[in-house]
Nanobody, 119 residues
Framework: VQLQACGGGLVRPGGSLRLSCAASGSNLSINVMGWYRQAPGKQRELVARITRGGDTNYDDSVKGRFTISRDNTKNTVYLQMNSLTPEDTAVYYC??????????????WGQGTQVTVSS
């Protein structure tokens, strides 16, 4: 199982970015998917997560600005980020609670994608 994240980049304050992360592998069963971020000198923190049924929760710092969604047919999770501020600058990691065939559920992580918000 691999999680491939993309969509990061450099954006001005107030701008938007859309991250996506696809899980590759056959016959996967995917439970919760989420996005985390880690800024320099700080611990990795949860940004948002979404259940298979579409229930979501967000960190207070991104509520109203970020939207998490998923396409279960494509094993893909998205993060639409609007009204970005310099405080959103971080490496963003996707996470999935996944069960490959004949195995148990466990967490998998993507490689991280850099988001930089700067004028």
């Amino acid at each position: 199982v691999q999680l491939q994240a993309c969509g990061g980049g450099l954006v001005r304050p107030g701008g938007s970015l859309r991250l996506s992360c696809a899980a590759s592998g056959s016959n996967l069963s995917i439970n919760v998917m989420g996005w985390y971020r880690q800024a320099p000198g700080k611990q990795r923190e949860l940004v948002a997560r979404i259940t298979r049924g579409g229930d979501t929760n967000y960190d207070d710092s991104v509520k109203g600005r970020f939207t998490i969604s998923r396409d279960n047919t494509k094993n893909t999770v998205y993060l639409q980020m609007n009204s970005l501020t310099p405080e959103d600058t971080a490496v963003y990691y996707c996470n999935g609670n996944i069960r490959p065939p004949w195995q148990s559920y466990r967490d998998y992580w993507g490689q991280g994608t850099q988001v930089t918000v700067s004028s």
